[in-house]
């Protein structure tokens, strides 16, 4: 299944839809229907309990907005609380807290209109102050927010009345509203601190939660968003064990899984009234080489593992081809300024032994961290690249590390380690995220001030030509000289039973970009 098969908006080509359905061993007919079903209009019902098993939990979770990095804490923090901005199917932001915005000139001042009439659980109104709060969670310098690197050029936030506020920047940034669309910033109450019960404006109320374990949620009623919000009951159980998660789903144990096991399909076949949600996107694995410790801070050496790796055998022994290789840039292929004409780094043993003989580094032993919690075959993944790499004569040990609390207490502390990461709404907004000098998720040290310099400017340019040019600059920086391994682009695949409605694809991340308990109904 490769690049040609994809459509590059996130929905599926009724081609490609056909194909993967001959995967689960359905007929032509079976699929038109399933087809049929998906994109009918039906009449939403009201009421029901969904239980959704998932992968993404760990006992660490939080529902602090400030900590997001698993899937379970994203998706039960839009179930409770509102975003500011959403990115729809098509990738458009469109108005959510923020019911609508203007530039100005310069583009370093944003008007914001607050959108008037909705309440928190608690029965307080929404107002700008809400914002405010809301948004300084996630600025300045002394913020721990896993974005504040993506926002350090917001210079201040201010009240202009009751509904509205300006945001000023320090840089221009075309793409302000892209970076307000991240799942971290989240709405609460000016003041608001009780992570372990928070209030919001969402569709639900939180009744329980158990950190990697369970969450249930109640719903709380005259939701302002029509036709979302439909559900009474959710249960969430964390199942980080891919077979078990598929089992359950087969067994109607829970209606919705997310991750299914790409290797695995052909299993679903045997199991009526099972639908495969698919798209592609910003997804990609990575091996985050700490660009600033030995013998990753040479760059020859970090070349000799990118040449080392074979990118065609992970995509298809560990993802069944649902996806693309990597090219070591974290831009997608679906991405409108995805440099295309930049030249695939292919598995080539003779230049990985050439870069490493060059680095001086020959006799270097290194370790590679790896846990399934970044995503099911890591681990597989990383014993794969240990046999690659071995050829070109690196010595890598693979040191498997326990699931619970890998984010916690391996990931951004050991020198070389399996991640991933889900992708951005926009390019700069994904390069500021990872790569940007100091930003708190900037796994592999990547410290450049050309590079950012060129992020800057990117930001800045309303040309949309040079902006194209400097964002393919950066990509091929990144691939040439970063510490990011990245193997494989890979396609979101969920699951559900058939009576769950609502559940869309979407390129952005899995489960209706984490806004599955406000969109889904059940027809039960």
């Known amino acids: 299944m490769g690049m040609n098969d994809m459509n590059l908006l996130g929905e599926q080509s009724r081609r490609h839809f056909l194909k993967t359905s001959a995967l689960l061993g359905l007929t032509a007919a079976s699929a038109s229907t399933m087809i049929g079903r998906a994109f009918a209009q039906e009449a939403v ?11 993404g939990g760990s006992t660490t979770d939080t529902l602090n907005p400030t900590t997001y990095s698993n899937a379970v804490p994203l998706l039960v923090g839009y179930a409770i609380m509102n975003g500011l901005i959403e990115i729809d199917e098509k990738g458009v932001p469109r108005p959510e807290l923020f019911e609508s915005w203007e530039i100005g000139a310069g583009g370093t001042e944003w008007v914001f209109n607050v959108r008037k009439g909705v309440s928190f659980h608690n029965g307080k109104a929404m107002t700008a102050d ?31 009345d009751t509904h509205q506020v300006k945001i ?21 109450p000016e003041g608001f601190s009780d992570w372990g019960n928070p209030v919001g404006t969402g569709a639900f109320k939180l009744e329980s939660f158990d950190p990697g374990v369970r969450c249930v949620l109640v719903n709380a009623g005259n939701y302002w968003k029509d036709g979302r919000g439909n559900v009474e009951r959710i249960e969430i159980t964390v199942v980080n064990d891919i077979v078990q998660r598929m089992n359950a789903l087969v067994a109607g144990q829970v209606d919705v899984i997310n991750d299914v096991d790409k290797r695995a399909v052909d299993l679903f076949k045997a199991a009526p009234g099972i639908e495969l949600v698919q798209a ?32 065609e055998q992970i995509l298809s022994a560990l993802f069944n081809g649902f996806g693309r290789v990597g090219n070591d840039q974290p831009i997608p292929v679906s991405d409108p300024f995805f440099n295309s004409e930049l030249p695939q780094r292919a598995f080539d043993l003779d230049k990985a032994k050439f870069h490493l003989q060059k680095s001086g580094l020959a006799d270097s032993k290194i370790v590679l961290s790896a846990s399934d919690a970044a995503y099911v075959g890591a681990v597989d993944m990383s014993v794969l690249f240990q046999a690659s790499a071995g050829k070109a004569g690196i010595q890598v040990d693979v040191k498997k590390e326990p699931h619970d609390g890998f984010w916690s207490n391996v990931w951004l502390k050991a ?22 000098s100091g930003a708190n998720w900037n796994e592999t040290h990547w410290k450049s001030e050309s590079f950012d310099k060129m992020l800057d400017a990117a930001r800045a340019e309303v040309d949309e030509g040079k902006r194209k040019q400097l964002i393919w600059d950066m990509q091929a920086m990144l691939s040439e000289e970063g510490g990011a391994l990245i193997p494989v682009f890979s396609d979101w695949l ?19 970009n984490g806004r599955l308990c406000e969109k889904v109904w059940l027809d039960a």
């Open 168 to 188: 000023t920047l320090s840089a221009p940034d075309v793409d302000l509203h892209y970076a307000l669309s991240d799942y971290h910033i989240l709405v609460v």
């Open 415 to 436: 020198p070389f380690c399996t991640s991933y990461w889900a992708g951005r709404a926009s390019a700069t907004d994904m390069l500021a995220s990872a790569y940007r």
């Open 494 to 512: 969920d699951a559900h039973r058939s009576h769950v409605k609502g559940h869309t694809p979407h390129s952005q991340f899995d489960l209706a």
């Open 280 to 311: 592609p996107g910003g997804w990609h694995t990575i091996m985050a080489m700490q660009s600033d410790v030995a013998p990753f801070n040479n760059a020859d050496f970090r070349l000799a593992l990118k040449y080392a790796c074979d990118r």
């Open 130 to 160: 809400d914002i405010l709060y809301s948004l300084s969670l996630h600025t300045g310098k002394d913020s721990k927010s896993a974005i504040a690197g993506s926002l350090s050029h917001i210079k201040e936030v201010t009240k202009l």
């Open 45 to 55: 019902k009201k009421g029901g309990t969904l239980k959704i098993g998932m992968r």
